[in-house]
């Protein structure tokens, strides 16, 4: 843990020193305070304790948390972050609860196909509403959903989608090296790496910008990077934003179905699955309509709660550069009370993330142990429900408390590395910003040696909260454990 931690410090200070083109202060890199390895652990026994049952958003377990993470904040002698005098940031939220004694029904002609809620299909509305549907919508098959103009590549061919429901593939397409067919092409898309065409959030954005009424993915084990038992967990209440249109901009039904039930869809149409799925796999592809309709009613139970993000800050040095801001990240939340698990009914999530805000009031503390602050100030955002899909994150990226435009760079921390000793530090979506020269250089100053991720298939890079900062064009970097 320790290890790890003197690389992440000592970049905290690069970064925070020089920012983005001043003059490097090294002589404060080498002076950095000591972490004591053993409050960030007890920081992570008393989060994933009983008691904090399992920090679960809008739950007594959010309650603690806030509350022990405002202190902790207090006591490392970090100001109110928020401009209204507070250490919090409401994170309004909507919880939607499907009623799961619903079915998902193709028909074509007096044939028909019913596929069972959770078992075959799991499905859901970000409609704000009581009920949601799609009732005989036509179904038409659109490969990998895509439309990416940088890679010349476009699944939908101007197809007038309005209404219909879109079925996809999940991933990238997968592009062979025209050098080596065993290979997949790096320059198309990112080869063996997920680009975020082929994350499951960016095929509903694309459908709903088709003005599609439903969508639903084909769940492959392989290219998803999960089985389709983690999908399943998406059957109890699922949180989101409240946005000003109620998402009503959105599809009416997004969801996944299971590939058994995706071949049998593909041959009540009369298609091959096979044959469709290479197709889809070339530039050449165009939205394939099935001759089938497709219906499906959603009940929902709705809930509106204000989480909350715990923000403190510790003010730069210089009067004017400390207008600018680095930014800590470090979700706080975890999945509450559920089934039992290995004999578990609370899921304690001590890693992923009691390690992370241990590390990040340690962090705090350290920085409020140096003789003179940096120039830049520096936030420390402990957000709420990155588990419901970087909720709090996105909400601050936008609303943020201090303009993005004097933001410099984002370092998150999702799960410290708990397995000891370690030479290497990986970088999750190493490439995507010029932070990885300021980690790699001080990596390199420590005999450490930056690693990307060994395992980018499954699309680590998009799936914690630097990503919506990343997204609205800030420099974020995450290393993981
Ligand atoms: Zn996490």
Redesign the pocket.
Known sequence: MRSTWQVMLVLAIAVAAAGCGGSRESAEAVSFPAIDGNAILQHTKILSSDEYEGRQPGTKGEDLTVAYITEQFKSAGLKPGNSDGTYIQKVPLVGITPDPGTSLTFKKGSRQQVLKFKDDVVAWTKHVAESAEIKNSEVVFVGYGVQAPEFSWDDYKGADLEGKTLVMLVGDPPVPDPADPAKLDPKVFGGRAMTYYGRWTYKYEIGAKMRAAGILIVHETGPAGYPFSVVQGKVTEQFDLVTPDKNISRAAVEGWITLDQAKKLFSLAGQDFDSLHKQAVSRDFKPVPFGVTASMALQNKLRTIDSRNVVGLYEGSDPKLKNEYVIYTS?WDHFGIGPEINGQRIYHGAK??ATGIGGLIELARAFNNLPKPPRRSILFLAVTA??QGLLGSEYYAVNPIYPLARTLAVINM??LNVNGKTSDLIITGLGNSDLDDFAQKIAGEQQRVVKPDPEPEKGGYYR?DHFPFAKAGVPALASGG
């Open positions: 979700h992923d993330n990155e588990e999702d799960a914690s």
